[in-house]
């Protein structure tokens, strides 16, 4: 049990620095990562921004991603999840062009005007609060990849095993301080996870 994200986030610097993984940039996913990659960041002394993506879900139930894209149209698809659902034609094409505009618009309020750090050939970790299905997870992994980073480590406080089995194939390094057997949820391995503001999560970037 973690006491808040702050808390989190500073055992996950722990761990990070025990095992001597080099970083040149700490990527934060918003909101709730940002107050994890906070103290990552400053452990490992180097400079923090933000790779947004933002969830495509079910027609059914918005909280069961189909799928999950990035500002810049870099998508991850559930593909067991959507071959099992009667999606309507043009269902998926059309939420991730909405939910696409939606990221770039939450990369472009966040960034304030500031220019993207460069990713080519560079260690980039990107850091969450944590994952169930990982569908942002996932597509922020694609996301930096497609900008050329030399190596992604995903790092996170806590997540499904199940999840964590698959994206191990999709990074260099992933890092899960907690993967309990009897995970349902995220924010039932923390004291407090109440919700962070945007301005909140700005406040917390170089």
């Not at 973690?2 to 940039?25: H, P, Q, S, V, Y």
């Not at 942002?136 to 406080?157: H, K, L, N």
Request: charged residues 30%; aromatic residues 6%.
């Amino acid at each position: 049990m973690f006491t808040d994200r702050t808390d989190a986030g500073e055992g996950l610097a722990g761990e990070l620095r025990r095992l001597d993984i080099e970083a040149d940039i700490v990527l934060g996913i918003p909101r709730g990562g940002l107050p994890v990659a906070r103290p990552v960041a400053d452990a490992l002394d180097v400079p923090l921004d933000v790779v947004v993506a933002s969830k495509v879900g079910a027609p059914s139930n918005p909280e069961l991603a189909v799928a999950a894209v990035a500002d810049d149209g870099t998508a991850w698809h559930n593909e067991s999840l959507i071959g099992s659902l009667d999606l309507a034609t043009g269902y998926l094409e059309d939420e991730t062009a909405h939910e696409q505009r939606a990221a770039r618009q939450k990369r472009e309020r966040y960034r304030e005007g500031r220019p993207p750090l460069d990713l080519a050939g560079k260690q980039v970790y990107i850091v969450d609060d944590g994952f169930a299905t990982g569908a942002t997870m996932f597509a922020c992994v694609e996301r930096v990849r497609a900008d050329g980073a030399a190596s992604v480590v995903a790092a996170v406080p806590v997540g499904s095993p199940r999840t964590a089995d698959e994206l191990e194939r999709q990074v260099d390094h992933l890092v899960v301080l907690e993967r309990p057997r009897s995970f349902r949820a995220v924010g039932q391995f923390f004291r407090d996870f109440s919700q962070v503001t945007d301005e909140e999560a700005m406040a917390l970037l170089d």
